[in-house]
């Protein structure tokens, strides 16, 4: 499975390890070992931090409680107290070390780090939310799509999580709708159009 990162925020793009919240959801964090590739292809961490079961339930539960607080906002509802409570504590925790080498800049940390890195951008997403509106802070337009982004385009106008998974599909089916639709022949009255049939009669 592939991981993208199209949400302008770690919290987002984490909270977007869940597909499809409203039909059948999809999970891209299956085993500790995607937990630890996330981490990986996030840049939170250079090489994947040695995870476990317990660990991938704790960032499972921090994904979803960013999730409610995040749409909470969007929707002008109250934020959840347990799930304040989950982020500001992970938050509380010691981000990833880094450590600057000859070969380049170096990532490490445990669990906690990535939740603590979770939680931090989550924090500062919904602080700014609480500033400045959510107006920025939008859902796909794709009908199942449930992917949370921020919208950073000069116009303020994005639509899409990412025009490769949903715009581009979503184009395509209205295309293809339009294209059904004009090649249908109009009936007359209720009724297929008559055949010329007098070319094959001999007449």
């Known amino acids: 499975m592939n991981f993208v990162f199209v949400s302008g925020n770690l919290a987002l793009d984490f909270a977007g390890t869940l597909k499809w919240r409203r039909g059948e959801p999809e999970e891209l964090l299956v085993t500790p070992a995607d937990l630890g590739r996330w981490a990986v292809e996030a840049g939170v961490t250079t090489q994947q931090p040695s995870v476990g079961a317990g660990d991938l339930r704790r960032l499972r539960a921090l994904r979803e409680a960013v999730y409610r607080l995040v749409t909470s906002a969007m929707d002008g509802r109250p934020w959840p107290d347990d799930d304040l409570r989950l982020v500001n504590a992970e938050a509380e925790g010691a981000p990833p070390l880094m450590c600057l080498t000859p070969a380049g800049l170096v990532r490490s940390g445990d669990a906690g780090a990535l939740a603590a890195a979770v939680a931090r951008s989550a924090a500062e997403l919904l602080?700014?939310?609480?500033?400045?509106?959510?107006?920025?802070?939008?859902?796909?337009?794709?009908?199942?799509?449930?992917?949370?982004?921020?919208?950073?385009?000069?116009?303020?106008?994005?639509?899409?999580?990412?025009?490769?998974?949903?715009g581009n599909r979503v184009k395509v089916a209205n295309y293809r709708s339009r294209r059904t639709r004009t090649a249908q022949p109009e009936a007359v009255g209720g009724q297929a159009p008559a055949v010329n049939r007098s070319r094959t009669s001999g007449r």
């Open 127 to 166: 602080g700014e939310i609480c500033e400045n509106g959510g107006s920025r802070v939008r859902e796909c337009a794709r009908e199942d799509c449930t992917r949370v982004f921020v919208d950073r385009s000069r116009g303020g106008n994005r639509q899409w999580c990412g025009m490769k998974e949903c």
